[in-house]
T-cell receptor, first 113, second 111 residues
Framework: NAGVTQTPKFQVLKTGQSMTLQCAQDMNHEYMSWYRQDPGMGLRLIHYSVGAGITDQGEVPNGYNVSRSTTEDFPLRLLSAAPSQTSVYFC????????????FGEGSRLTVL | AQKVTQAQTEISVVEKEDVTLDCVYETRDTTYYLFWYKQPPSGELVFLIRRNSFDEQNEISGRYSWNFQKSTSSFNFTITASQVVDSAVYFCALNGNKLVFGAGTILRVKS
């Protein structure tokens, strides 16, 4: 099983550019989420989804959009990148929703210049 | 509001020492879950344990043990006889309606 697959692993953007971080899981998990990891701040929840067609905001949603058209995919869109969005992004999924163990992707390191 | 505090930013120990990582949480929920995750230098996040709020029994898994005390809202993690491979960032997390992570503790085990 591939588990949770994130692409790209590294990306450099200029301020104002847009991009999409892809996340796919092959475990048929209903719950998927995006976190950003910044030094000294742990992981902060950006957006999450409890199933196809359902998304909701987390702790730091501003500047990010998500959609969930299928169970497998949960892309994260940066509409107009800002230097404050320089971070490592993790996608995670769970078979028991927020009560369960999270399976994480390998992370995507994004730098916004 | 939910909050997880890992007061120890960084801990350095010598191999074979025991080390305890502290985790203190805040929640108004009566039912909640607590987690520990490990992030080794390679960067991936690995699940270690989940504990629900109704189960205060301590848990031991090899060299790892966890002490859950509702009276002090703590869920501490102890590594016995630490090894260099234990070097990582360790995150404590809490969920009620959303999963909230602490800031993490960097553990450096020196040989």
């Amino acid at each position: 099983n591939a588990g949770v697959t994130q692409t790209p692993k590294f990306q450099v953007l200029k301020t104002g550019q847009s991009m999409t971080l892809q996340c796919a899981q092959d475990m048929n998990h209903e719950y998927m989420s995006w976190y950003r990891q910044d030094p000294g701040m742990g992981l902060r929840l950006i957006h999450y989804s409890v199933g196809a067609g359902i998304t909701d905001q987390g702790e730091v949603p501003n500047g990010y959009n998500v959609s969930r058209s299928t169970t497998e995919d949960f892309p994260l869109r940066l509409l107009s990148a800002a230097p404050s969005q320089t971070s490592v992004y993790f996608c995670a999924s769970s078979y028991k929703g927020i009560l369960g163990e999270l399976f994480f992707g390998e992370g995507s390191r994004l730098t916004v210049l | 509001a939910q909050k997880v505090t890992q007061a120890q930013t960084e801990i350095s120990v010598v191999e074979k020492e025991d080390v305890t990582l502290d985790c203190v949480y805040e929640t108004r929920d009566t039912t909640y879950y607590l987690f520990w995750y490990k992030q080794p230098p390679s960067g991936e996040l690995v699940f270690l344990i989940r504990r629900n709020s109704f189960d205060e029994q301590n848990e031991i898994s090899g060299r790892y043990s966890w002490n859950f005390q509702k009276s002090t809202s703590s869920f501490n993690f102890t590594i016995t006889a630490s090894q260099v491979v234990d070097s990582a960032v360790y995150f404590c997390a809490l969920n009620g309606n959303k999963l909230v992570f602490g800031a993490g503790t960097i553990l450096r085990v020196k040989s």
